[in-house]
């Protein structure tokens, strides 16, 4: 009976102390669930992305960066799988199928016009101008690269009338 009572007053003293937005995000204390992106193009750093927008299932939310990262919505968090686009000079990116646990951590989105430097891996007969190769740096390292996640931006000129 007195452990039973024990085990309920650590339980009870755990939930205490444990922030209550913690309990909303899934049990991740301290979890905020925001991801930051840095971009490269062959090898060189770039600009990186000021918005994204971030799609599961019926919900779609364009996200802003702030303090160094994208917040990912509170209705997003227990999706299983979330598509990302975003656009960078030059590029339209997307990103589909995404495991929601990646986007929690740091994202490195390597562009390469040609080739991609060593030890980077990417699909065989998939036109390297069109591929993203990711590194998410999470509690884990996961790397994959997407095929076709790659657009050219289009410039369309004025015409005069």
Known sequence: MKFSQFLLGVLVVSVCIVPRDALAQGGVAGGAHCFAIRMVLNGQDIAGPQTVTLKAKSIENTVSLQGGCFQLPTAMLHSELIELSFTVPGNNIHVSSVPADFFNGSWDIELADKKFPKGLSVPKHANVA????????????????????????????????
């Open 130 to 161: 069109e591929v993203c190769a990711l590194v998410i740096h999470g509690e884990t390292e996961q790397s994959l690269a997407e095929p076709q996640c790659r657009t050219p931006l289009t410039v369309t000129a004025k015409q005069g009338n």
